[in-house]
């Protein structure tokens, strides 16, 4: 897998950053989250005076063998079906980039279906959908390199264009359970609590998915020693590549290359969460370039946050994906930039400092 360099941002001007936002003219922390996302962006991008430049979003299509076995109430044409509507602007995911100014870049990852016809979608198909991880990893050592390495190649293009802060989205039926086996195995949580209703089961199919997925694990664990709380790189590796989808291993390359060039990351709900979670027991020091969205009702998620000592912005009772709950959430990171730029100091305003 390819080698990222990513570090946390440099400390020097957290002591500054501080004073200038509780400088402002307010009680000293009476913006909560507000100071505390300008304090956070301030440092990524190493300035008093933080700016969001062209923010882009990615949406990531990929299949699932997984799908075979009756895990998810959609069926598998759904991915294709919503990847064409995207690519018509009609989906969810247009019209919150159209409200909040996204550049939004439709990708196929791994869609079981030939879209090049669409040529607002960029083909970068590693492959027609993973294989059935019921059985077999589901992609191999070559397809996983080649999903991270698209995904890099992406927020490339993507600050070429100015960017300095990104989303990233998916639409790829029956991705819930690859995430929900990654929750558990790199969270270290029994399966049974991270498992839930996807896009809409009822509980008889949610049992039949957690046998399945317990299946899947048991078979993994028949070819690989459990793996200690802290487990090395090459086991995480091992593990993405068993159970990943090309469209979920994509956005760790593509949350991985942007925390190596210091964009601010806006993770979304469930799936995103699982990917950011996969992308910092890669890189632990990612985990600072992420600001987290969104808690879905997915069963787990606030246990998958906690994992990653997250609080999300909204919780809105929404379960699309495609990046929607990150782009709902961009005005308020929007409102911290302004409160730091914007807003007067006591002592410009002539006003009495009282802490």
């Known amino acids: 897998m390819r080698i990222f360099n990513i570090q946390r941002p440099a400390p020097h001007l957290s002591e500054a950053l501080q004073a200038k936002i509780d400088n402002l003219n307010k009680p000293k922390g009476s913006l909560g989250r507000l100071e505390e996302l ?11 005076s933080p700016a969001l430049r062209h923010p882009c979003h990615l949406l990531l299509g990929g299949d699932h063998g997984i799908e075979r076995e009756s895990v998810s109430v959609s069926p598998r044409e759904v991915t294709w079906q919503q990847m064409i509507n995207f690519s018509r602007g009609g989906g969810g995911v247009n019209m919150f980039c159209r409200q909040h100014r996204f550049d939004l870049t439709i ?15 960029l083909n970068c198909k590693v492959a027609r959908g993973t294989r059935n991880f019921l059985h077999e990893p589901a992609m191999s050592c070559e397809q996983l390199d080649r999903a991270i390495d698209c995904g890099a190649m992406l927020v490339d293009r993507c600050v070429e264009k100015g960017c300095n802060i990104i989303s990233i989205g998916e639409m790829g039926i029956a991705n819930t359970s690859p995430s929900s086996i990654w929750m558990s195995l790199l969270g270290h949580i029994p399966l049974d609590e991270c498992i ?7 509980a008889k199919s949610i049992e039949h998915k957690r046998i399945v997925l317990q299946k899947a694990v048991d078979n993994f664990h028949r070819c690989h020693t459990p793996f200690p709380p802290m487990s090395s790189t090459s086991e995480v590796e091992e ?18 290359r942007a925390a190596e060039r210091h964009l601010t990351v806006l993770v979304d709900g469930f799936i995103m969460g699982a ?3 996969a992308a910092t027991r890669l890189y632990p020091d990612s985990l ?22 997250a609080r999300p912005l909204l919780q809105l009772g929404m379960r699309l994906g495609e990046g929607t709950g990150a782009l709902c959430a961009y005005p308020i990171i929007e409102s911290a930039i302004r409160m730091i730029n914007e807003m007067n100091n006591f002592e410009n305003a ?6």
């Open 38 to 48: 300008a304090f956070q962006i301030g440092l990524i991008q190493q300035t008093l």
């Open 107 to 121: 990708v196929d990852m791994g869609v079981d279906y030939d879209l090049t016809p669409y040529p607002d979608i």
């Open 196 to 202: 839930g209703a996807g896009a809409g089961l009822d």
């Open 239 to 256: 593990i993405i590549r068993h159970f990943g989808g090309f469209e979920m291993v994509g956005a760790i390359g593509a949350m991985l």
């Open 275 to 277: 990917c950011a979670l």
């Open 288 to 309: 600072h370039y992420m600001i987290f969205g969104h808690c879905g009702e997915e069963s787990g998620h606030r246990k998958m946050l906690s994992l990653m000592q």
């Open 350 to 355: 002539h006003i009495t400092k009282y802490f």
